[in-house]
């Protein structure tokens, strides 16, 4: 009698156990890692910067920094002979149109995005770092203001196509 007990007790214990080991589960489950994005070339983002006489967010372009190269900044100050590194923004004329590029700061691209989102794919050691921007972005407006980015824009095909050989050219320099 006292043996059928013993296995009693020990057949509810087993079944609390497995009872707390799923209870582990569903909250181990709930708990997890944030979701985050590899930009494989680029990704287009709504809400980004803000310009005079619009009222929403420009969208931006934003792909992952080659962080051993020199700052993109000087890459296009270099290139359109900027003069200045520092608040970068400048006229192109890109297949006959003006186009006004705006590179987004550190601060801005955290500012207006979540970068924690974005997977860095081109882990540098310390020692190759020469720029701590994991991630760079760029705006463009057209001569009458138009986000050149948007989904509807005359112009996203012929801006995608520029900044994607902006990037590549900075990628090989």
Not at 21 to 42: D, G, K, Q, Y
Not at 106 to 113: S, T
């Amino acid at each position: 009698m006292g043996m059928f007990h013993v296995k009693r007790f020990v057949k509810t214990l087993s079944s609390k156990g497995f009872f707390v080991f799923l209870l582990l589960m569903l909250a181990i489950s709930c708990i997890t890692p944030r979701h985050t994005v590899e930009i494989n070339s680029f990704v287009l983002m709504e809400n980004g910067k803000e310009v005079l006489g619009r009222e929403k967010g420009l969208t931006a372009f934003i792909f992952e920094n080659d962080q051993s190269k020199m700052p993109f900044a000087q890459f296009l100050a270099n290139k359109y002979d900027l003069g200045t590194s520092n608040d970068v923004s400048y006229w192109v004329t890109v297949d006959g149109h003006r186009l006004k590029v705006f590179l987004y700061t550190n601060d801005e691209l955290e500012k207006y995005f979540d970068v924690s989102q974005f997977m860095v794919t081109n882990v540098e050691t310390k020692a190759n770092i020469l720029t701590k921007a994991k991630f760079l972005a760029m705006s463009v407006i057209s001569e009458s203001n138009e986000d050149c980015l948007e989904e509807n824009s005359l112009y996203k095909n012929i801006t995608i196509q520029y900044l994607e050989g902006l990037k590549d050219e900075f990628n090989k320099s």
